[in-house]
């Protein structure tokens, strides 16, 4: 735990780590504690009329020497606020209603998700009875999600909240067509072949409705006879894709969706090329997903901990030059990943823009701010600040993970507007 020390305000110093016991809405600065990093920010903080500040020793700059520095708190004093607001505060202020853009867009985001996840239920209810209609309705719905997402100049992908409710079913049909198109963009394939493959990754398990449900929901290990059964799904999905007259190439992905590159997959172990280009974009999404969202939660990875596996640990498995785009465009840190950032303080990756992945914008953990006004942190516009580390859910304390709520299962959903808000525009 870092020591605690009280410093006077012509105390302040270049290299002080200091803790401002304001609200979060009442001083101009984007964290109410952090190290001074320049003389501007010792006037603002002497601007703000404190006799003193909270500063930790361990934190701060090993250089750091102060005469007679403060050993109990002092006397508590009320901030004075100036009569005109300062050039910092007014950037405050910009930061907030950036925040609050960002708030109703995310929103906006969620109330498409569940649209959409409604359009692929009554999909895969109508599989049977109407197949025509079905496969008509499903290339409607991959069009309009691939032409908002070709057309757009930025692609912001968001983890999606938890008041969704009701389509757990539909959600990893939907990621893995989200995480197909996703590649697709980044790999500048042209619309009509992005049709075909947003087509056959959303329809790429039919073929486990020929599967019994008592082997699809069996927790525990399946036996050899109903494994063998169970890998026969992508055969039995083209017999269904055949019915509904899907293009060759959807056909493709619903019967190879589970080969591997190092011919280890099923049911019929291709391998390399002989594994079609778009069945091994949607191997990879389809295996990101089920690694994140597997029938039992509590076998679930982290969105960073299945995109290392399936770097460290599984590289052979899939297309090298297909897995480095999935990685490029998700960035080391996927929408959902806890991190914390290089000034200690914990968050949660909530929207990665494909053009600048490492700089995510991450819901950020603060006991003083309400959760519904949660710092919303752009890392674009904090070139200083970094993430210094992934952690798992289990590792952070109960409050924060409550605070930052990120979904038992993860779901992504795309915001084809600019993902970095104007203030004053919608």
């Not at 925040?99 to 239920?121: C, D, P, Q």
């Not at 069009?143 to 757990?168: C, F, T």
Request: hydrophobic letters at 40%; glycine letters at 4%; proline letters at 9%.
């Amino acid at each position: 735990m870092a020591e605690e020390q009280f410093v006077t305000m012509d105390q302040l110093q270049v290299g002080l780590y200091i803790h401002l016991d304001m609200k979060w809405f009442d001083h101009p600065f984007p964290f109410s504690h952090f190290k001074i990093k320049n003389d501007e920010q010792i006037q603002t903080l002497r601007s703000l009329g404190l006799k003193a500040l909270r500063y930790s020793a361990d934190l701060s700059d090993p250089n750091i020497h102060l005469h007679e520095p403060g050993s109990s708190p002092p006397p508590p004093s009320l901030p004075i606020q100036p009569l005109e607001p300062s050039p910092a505060m007014l950037a405050k202020r910009a930061m907030m209603e950036q925040m609050r853009l960002r708030r109703e867009a995310a929103e906006r985001i969620e109330k498409a998700f569940v649209n959409t996840a409604h359009t692929v239920r009554d999909i895969e209810k109508n599989l049977y009875c109407k197949p025509a209609e079905t496969l008509k309705q499903a290339t409607q719905l991959v069009h309009q999600i691939a032409d908002s997402i070709l057309s757009s100049p930025e692609l912001a992908i968001q983890v999606m909240g938890d008041k969704l409710g009701g389509e757990e079913l539909y959600f990893h049909s939907l990621n893995v067509t989200m995480l197909s198109l996703m590649m697709a963009r980044d790999l500048k394939f042209p619309p009509e072949i992005v049709g075909a493959l947003g087509v056959g990754a959303l329809l790429h398990d039919i073929g486990r409705k020929e599967v019994p449900d008592k082997i699809l929901l069996k927790t525990e290990p399946l036996t050899p006879a109903e494994r063998n059964f169970f890998e026969l799904h992508p055969t039995y999905g083209v017999e269904i894709a055949k019915k509904m007259q899907l293009a060759p190439a959807s056909l493709h992905i619903v019967g190879e969706h589970h080969e591997l590159f190092d011919g280890t997959g099923y049911p019929n172990k291709l391998k390399g090329d002989g594994i079609s280009l778009l069945a091994r974009i949607v191997v990879i999404a389809n295996a990101y997903d089920e690694l994140c969202n597997p029938p039992l939660i509590i076998d679930a990875l982290t969105p960073h901990e299945a995109l290392s596996l399936m770097f460290a640990k599984m590289r052979s498995k899939y297309d090298p030059k297909l897995l480095s785009a999935f990685i490029r465009c998700l960035g080391v840190y996927p929408p959902g990943t806890i991190v914390q950032l290089s000034n200690g303080l914990i968050g949660m990756v909530s929207t990665v823009n494909t053009a600048h992945p490492m700089k995510p914008i991450v819901v950020v953990y603060d006991a003083d701010v309400p959760k519904e006004e949660a710092i919303i942190l752009d890392m674009d516009s904090q070139p200083e600040l970094n993430i210094s580390k992934a952690i798992r859910p289990s590792q952070v304390p109960r409050e924060v993970y409550v605070y930052l709520s990120p979904r038992k299962r993860v779901s992504y959903y795309f915001d084809a507007n600019p993902a970095r808000p104007t203030p004053g525009k919608k």
